[in-house]
């Protein structure tokens, strides 16, 4: 059974640092494509960033320079470093796995086709 744990969530000021772990089970790390998802009160959920067996990855533009995914596949980890966090960095971030090779579907097959972490609270104050 494929399982994602999210954690590292929690409050931060403008300007601060948090960094999401999402730990894997269940699935061969480097058959898949992991990433993050976030989804703010009253908006749709966005595709934030995502990495894939061979390292390649994808950011969204308005993330670009402030967040960094990495993965640690001894542990079947993937991290997210968050800098310079903004207030409307607020979401709840969700880590989704896909069956894929490339960033490059990531985004658009994940809501069907991937498996979902429960989701981690980000809450950036001004």
């Known amino acids: 059974e494929v399982q994602l744990v999210e954690s590292g969530g929690g409050l931060a000021q403008a300007g601060g640092s948090l960094r999401l772990s999402c730990a894997a089970s269940g699935f061969t790390f480097d058959d898949y494509v992991i990433g993050w998802f976030r989804q703010a009160p009253g908006k749709e959920r966005e595709g934030v960033s995502c990495?894939?067996?061979?390292?390649?990855?994808y950011y969204v533009d308005s993330v670009k320079g402030r967040f960094t995914i990495s993965s640690d596949k001894p542990k079947n980890t993937v991290l997210l470093q968050m800098n310079n966090l903004k207030t409307e960095d607020t979401a709840v971030y969700y880590c989704a796995a896909v069956g894929i090779s490339t960033c490059n579907d990531y985004v658009s097959f994940a809501p069907d086709f991937g498996a979902w972490g429960q989701g981690t609270q980000v809450t950036v104050s001004s």
């Open positions: 990495i894939s067996s061979t390292g390649s990855t």
